[in-house]
């Protein structure tokens, strides 16, 4: 290759990742204005505390953390007796 084909290869690939780096940051901002705006809509919803269903990344958050809770208790980390208080913690939140 010519020093210059080079030179130009290497400026196009610096280019394309700096823009899919500000791409991918910009996505993710939006991506958080977009949750904080659902979860605030979900708050001033009539009856959202009082038992109504809890949007689908709380419920996932939810399971996550009670399968890593149930691990804990595989593993003999937690007793029978903090493992159901902390899955009555984890279910009232």
Do not use: C, H
Not at 70 to 92: D, Y
Request: net charge positive; charged share 25%.
């Amino acid at each position: 290759m010519m020093p210059g084909l080079i030179r130009g290869v290497a400026r196009t690939a610096v280019i394309a990742g700096t823009a899919t780096a500000v791409s991918n940051r910009v996505a993710r901002r939006q991506a958080g204005r977009w949750a904080a705006q659902e979860q605030q809509a979900y708050a001033q919803q009539p009856g959202a505390e009082a038992g109504a269903v809890p949007p689908e990344g709380d419920m996932s958050r939810k399971i996550d953390q009670l399968r890593e809770l149930g691990e804990l208790k595989a593993q003999g980390v937690l007793t029978e007796e903090e493992f159901q208080s902390q899955k009555a913690r984890i279910l009232r939140s």
